[in-house]
């Protein structure tokens, strides 16, 4: 009953506690944190508690020792008064019958102190048997907030490992929203309208100064038929000088 007592009023608050902080985690180190504290405490309660039943029972141990003890005494008590009573019973047989009385009182004495021993044994037995259980129970419990200890730091290294790769998902994320690629195929075009001005420039320069040599050639032949119309006349003025010599 004890064991129940102290290990269920232990585990309710557990629970209790787990829950509430579960139902508020915000952070779950702190919260981890906080149960292997919660936990702790529990077992410094439990602790406490055992001993304080570990007590009773060395207490009721105790007890049994000196009721032992005390019918040895009080059965020597009665041999004594006994045997003194025999010794007086011839000569004083007031005395014998007086020291009778006293034995009689003894083992009176003797068999309450027997029947407090006998009474007491079962319940130092069962409570042996529930401070054992109680020991193995708080045994468990340590090994149990070492393994509370130990998957706290796996927990927590899953989460650290977690929030780096969400924080990497919200980082694709956010490329695949805002795609740079698509800004440098948008300062590529840039560059493309650029190039196509600088070639669409490069050949109006060229066209123009292909209309300046069509007109240095224009001009050309302009001079070139000139220059004939002067030797045309020149000619004419010379057939007509001739003509008129030969008259």
């Given at each position: 009953?004890?064991?129940?007592?102290?290990?269920?009023r232990?585990?309710?608050?557990?629970?209790?506690?787990?829950?509430?902080?579960?139902?508020q985690?915000?952070?779950?180190?702190?919260?981890?944190?906080?149960?292997?504290?919660?936990?702790?405490?529990?077992?410094?309660?439990?602790?406490?508690?055992?001993?304080?039943?570990?007590?009773?029972?060395?207490?009721?141990?105790?007890?049994?020792?000196?009721?032992?003890?005390?019918?040895?005494?009080?059965?020597?008590?009665?041999?004594?008064?006994?045997?003194?009573a025999?010794?007086?019973?011839?000569?004083?047989p007031?005395?014998?019958?007086?020291?009778?009385?006293?034995?009689?009182?003894?083992?009176g004495?003797?068999?309450?102190?027997?029947?407090?021993a006998?009474?007491?044994?079962?319940?130092?037995?069962?409570?042996?048997?529930?401070?054992?259980?109680?020991?193995?129970?708080?045994?468990?419990?340590?090994?149990?907030?070492?393994?509370?200890k130990?998957?706290?730091?796996q927990?927590?290294?899953?989460?650290?490992?977690?929030?780096?790769?969400?924080?990497?998902?919200?980082?694709?994320?956010?490329?695949?929203?805002?795609?740079?690629?698509?800004?440098?195929?948008r300062?590529?075009?840039?560059?493309?309208?650029?190039?196509?001005?600088?070639?669409?420039q490069?050949?109006?320069?060229?066209?123009?100064?292909?209309?300046?040599?069509?007109?240095?050639?224009?001009?050309?032949?302009?001079?070139?038929?000139?220059?004939?119309?002067?030797?045309?006349?020149?000619?004419?003025?010379?057939?007509?000088?001739?003509?008129?010599?030969?008259?």
């Amino acid at each position: 009953m004890a064991k129940q007592s102290i290990f269920g009023r232990i585990s309710q608050l557990v629970r209790a506690n787990v829950n509430a902080l579960i139902d508020q985690a915000e952070d779950p180190e702190k919260m981890l944190d906080q149960l292997v504290r919660d936990y702790t405490n529990s077992i410094a309660d439990a602790e406490s508690a055992i001993a304080q039943t570990i007590g009773n029972l060395r207490m009721q141990e105790q007890d049994y020792r000196e009721d032992i003890q005390a019918a040895e005494d009080w059965g020597r008590k009665a041999l004594a008064a006994s045997q003194r009573a025999d010794q007086l019973r011839s000569e004083n047989p007031g005395e014998a019958e007086r020291f009778d009385n006293l034995a009689k009182v003894a083992l009176g004495k003797q068999l309450a102190a027997e029947n407090e021993a006998r009474s007491a044994q079962p319940s130092i037995q069962s409570q042996n048997e529930t401070v054992e259980k109680l020991k193995t129970g708080l045994d468990q419990m340590k090994q149990k907030l070492e393994q509370l200890k130990t998957k706290r730091s796996q927990l927590i290294a899953r989460q650290k490992t977690a929030q780096a790769q969400l924080q990497v998902a919200d980082a694709v994320k956010s490329i695949d929203i805002m795609d740079p690629t698509s800004e440098i195929g948008r300062f590529e075009e840039k560059i493309r309208r650029e190039e196509a001005k600088v070639l669409g420039q490069q050949e109006l320069a060229s066209s123009s100064l292909d209309a300046q040599f069509e007109s240095l050639e224009d001009v050309g032949e302009q001079l070139e038929i000139e220059a004939r119309l002067q030797a045309l006349k020149s000619g004419n003025q010379q057939a007509i000088a001739e003509g008129d010599n030969a008259q």
